[in-house]
Structure formats: structure tokens, C-alpha cells
């Protein structure tokens, strides 16, 4: 380990230029190589790349190439959890994904912070916050869930919402930010 490694995986500022931070992309590079290039014909193959780059891959859980993300360790991805075309998972920090999730093409999950102060920016100082998703969630296409935010089970979030803050369960939240406009029935 690294005290920068440790720094980023606590949460805090750290720069990403460290060694062993450097060797952690480099891994999920290749991975992510390797599973966005595998064979549709050969889906053990693909499966087995994806559970080498993943941190948990649930029973039936599958995503769909292109994947792309940052050190994949920190993806967590629940039972028969469904991620569809060209998700980024910024994973610098946890990502939590529940049972029974349904996740849209071109959604990203953002974990990666980054100072408001342009002195600490230009250093190259960053940090993270986690995402949480909970079970049965719906995530439509073009969704962007921002660092720190959790969403509640059953929640559906429409096409196209930015998810700036926490939402709760059994809500159907749309917009930018998004925002909870019916309960689930």
C-alpha cells in the first residue's frame, strides 16, 4: 500500500500520479480491455473478465460492453443487477449497486471529486465520495448520479436526470437536478 492509495480509499484528498494508485488504473485498464473485446460468442469468457475486474459481481448479475471505469475493486454490483451499454463507473470511491437493478445505456456513476479552490486543482488534488443504489432501482438512460448520493430502493429515475442529492425509496424522481415528483405505486 501507499499513503496515497490509503489517502484516496479513505475518502481524503490524495494525488493520483502515485505508483500504486497508477498500477490500480493500469490493472482496470487491461480488464476493461479485455471485457469490452471480448467475443459475444464466447460469454463464459466475458463473464469471467468482468468478474476479475469487478470487486463483487452478484448471481445473474450482467453488464453489457462497452463498460469502461476507473479501478473496478470498488464496483459492487448486486444480484441480477442489469447494466446496459456505455456505463462509466467512476469508481474511485465505493459503488454500491443493490438486487434487481435496472441501469440504462450511458449512465455514469461518478464517484471523483475534485477541489472548488483553483490552487488545490492545479496541484492535481482530488478525492471521492461513495454511491449507493439501492435494490429494484431504475436508472434510465443518460442518468448521472454525482458523488456521495444514495438512492433508495424502488426509486426510478428518468432518463436524462443529473442526481445531485440523496433520493428516497418509492419515488419516481426526473430533471436536472432530479428531484422526486410521484411515489412508486
Known amino acids: 500500500m501507499s499513503a496515497m492509495r490509503d489517502r ?25 480491455e ?17 468478474r476479475e475486474l469487478v470487486g463483487t459481481l452478484g448471481e445473474d448479475a450482467w453488464v453489457r460492453p462497452p463498460f469502461h471505469c476507473d479501478y473496478g475493486f470498488q464496483t459492487h454490483l448486486g444480484p441480477r443487477t442489469f447494466v446496459n451499454f456505455n456505463a462509466v463507473f467512476l469508481d474511485v470511491a ?23 479552490e483553483p490552487e488545490a486543482r492545479r496541484a492535481k488534488w482530488e478525492a471521492a465520495k461513495p454511491i449507493t443504489v439501492g435494490d429494484n432501482v431504475w436508472l434510465g438512460g443518460g442518468v448521472i448520479v454525482l458523488a456521495g448520493v444514495t438512492i433508495g430502493e424502488n426509486t426510478v429515475v428518468g432518463a436524462g436526470a443529473v442526481v445531485t442529492r440523496d433520493l428516497p425509496a418509492n419515488v419516481v424522481a426526473v430533471g436536472n437536478p432530479a428531484r422526486p415528483i410521484k411515489p412508486v405505486t
Do not use: C, K, W
Open 8 to 32: 484516496m480509499l479513505a475518502g481524503e484528498l490524495y494525488l493520483a500520479d502515485d505508483p500504486a494508485i497508477v498500477a490500480d488504473l493500469d490493472r482496470a485498464a487491461r480488464l476493461t
Open 34 to 50: 479485455r471485457f469490452n473485446r471480448s467475443d459475444a460468442d464466447d460469454p463464459q469468457g466475458r463473464l469471467a473478465a468482468l
Open 94 to 116: 465505493r459503488i454500491t449497486i443493490g438486487a434487481d437493478v435496472q441501469i440504462g445505456p450511458n449512465v455514469q456513476l461518478l464517484t471523483a471529486t475534485h477541489p472548488v
